[in-house]
């Protein structure tokens, strides 16, 4: 089955202590992304891919990294995670960088910064 | 960064009526789409229209786009229990990003 995998779905931490969330998908597409959601302000794109190696800032990248060394895997990184970064994340996948494509959503990691 | 704005925020309605939702925009787009969200999960492509694209159906969806007012619509019609959840538009300016809307929920009661 296609898909795009976040592990964990759910994780409570505290300030400070690094966080990875992990992002697969299984349909060989070249473009990836992360978002947040935060209620009021809908989804905002942190970070994304168009392929191995090369990845771009999105519109709230500040206090997040990511990397793509493999084509399937995109981790979001928090080095110092601190409470503003508690959201609702995204990883979401597209077949290539051309247009006209739809996106295709993990289900979600709620992380909660203590 | 530009957004889509989904008018009305919230929609209660009856098993079988139908709903309709607004997503205005400010510049010129590759391609508007439209997402679901179910409570607590993650999102679901609807329909993508193109720039030079005025309807689209799928099922009992359908989206209209008026890139004169720069804005779109998304019809359900026949609604069901089923199709509670937030709907979201999305824009494509073409620089490789999507621009969400803050989301519009609504409530199909039975």
């Known amino acids: 089955e296609a898909q795009v995998t976040q592990n964990p779905r759910y994780l409570i931490t505290v300030t400070g202590k690094k966080l990875t969330v992990t992002c697969s998908q299984n349909?060989?597409?070249?473009?990836m992304s992360w978002y947040r959601q935060d209620p009021g302000l809908g989804l905002r794109q942190i970070y994304y891919?168009?392929?191995?190696?090369?990845?771009d800032k999105g519109d709230v990248p500040e206090g997040y990294k990511v990397s793509r060394k493999e084509k399937r895997n995109f981790p979001l990184i928090l080095e110092s995670p601190s409470p503003n970064q508690t959201s609702l994340y995204f990883c979401?996948?597209?077949?290539?960088?051309?247009?006209?494509?739809?996106?295709?959503f993990g289900d979600g990691t709620r992380l909660s910064i203590l | 960064s530009q957004q889509g704005e989904e008018d009305p925020q919230a929609l209660s309605i009856q098993e079988g009526e139908n709903a309709t939702m607004n997503c205005s925009y400010k510049?010129?787009?590759?391609?508007l789409q439209w997402y679901r969200q179910n409570s607590g999960r993650g999102l679901v492509h609807l329909i993508l229209?193109?720039?030079?694209?005025r309807e689209k159906h799928s099922g009992r969806l359908r989206v209209t786009l008026d890139t004169s007012k720069k804005s779109s619509s998304l019809l359900i019609t026949a609604s069901r229990a089923a199709d509670t959840a937030s709907y979201f538009c999305?824009?494509?300016?073409?620089?490789?990003?999507?621009?969400f809307g803050k989301g519009n929920q609504v409530v199909v009661i039975p």
């Open positions: 229209i193109r720039s030079n694209e």
């Open positions: 999305a824009t494509d300016y073409g620089n490789n990003r999507l621009a």
């Open positions: 891919s168009m392929n191995v190696e090369v990845t």
């Open positions: 349909m060989n597409h070249e473009y």
């Open positions: 979401a996948s597209r077949r290539d960088r051309a247009g006209n494509q739809p996106q295709h």
């Open positions: 510049t010129s787009i590759n391609n």
